[in-house]
């Protein structure tokens, strides 16, 4: 007759590991996605921030540079500006994906998600992608509010639309660099500060606001080479004029080269979080 000591357990068994097939994964993201999606419709603060930030943009650079810059022909520097501003808003509204995985994971979330059967990797692609829903708000807002201020598209409306995709691609990539600094940073304040030290320079030293012949020769060279300014070259010229193939080409590039970078790197921190 065997005997064992009462009160005393072994080691309880492991789970197996979960294995999700890639099609249900989806599935989890896209659920995921529309939880971030709701998030923006139910937090007014995000949706006035996303609305009011291009209408502030757009009414100091039109009309405090403007004149300085085309000798008193605002509409001029309008036509020239109104591209970057929408590159300029639309990266700046990729610092919101840093902060909300910031704040998620600071709350929990992600380990209650890691409770639930789905794919552990559904939450960082449905946050990704619920952000898009963040640029597509802020490209809406700016062109509208650019065209109340008097801006219009000189080509055609498929070129438009081109440069806006153009735009939303290349903020779908760079907000990667934003979810890498969310997650590795303690708090929204660090996201905000590192998000900024990245964001400044690339937008404020480019072509975005001042053709970058006006800049001294060693801040050309780094304009150049800036990326934002390949980007705005390139909505430039699908909404106004200028050329497209080179500056699109190169933009693709770079956000492909983005997010063979940022996007595993990332990964691996949310893997390590989580």
Known sequence: MTTATL???GPAPQAPP????????LQNSFTLTWRSVLKIRTN???LLGLSLQPIMFLLLFTYVFGGAIEHGNVQAYLEYVMPGILVQTV???TLGTGLMLNQDISAGIFDRFRSLPIARWAPLAGAILGDVARYVIS???TLGFGMVLGFRVHTNPIAAVAGCLLVLAFATAMCWLSALIGLSVKTPQGVQVFGFIAMFPLIFASGLLVPVTTMPG???AFAKANPVTLVAAACRGLMVHG?????????MLWALGLV????PLAVRVYRRKT
């Open 7 to 9: 009160g005393t357990t």
């Open 18 to 25: 979960r294995r999700v097939s890639v099609a249900t994964g």
């Open 44 to 46: 007014a603060e995000d």
């Open 91 to 93: 990266l700046f509204a």
């Open 139 to 141: 490209v809406v807002v």
């Open 218 to 220: 060693w801040l050309q």
């Open 243 to 251: 050329a497209v193939a080179v500056p699109a080409g190169e933009s």
């Open 260 to 263: 063979l970078v940022f996007a």
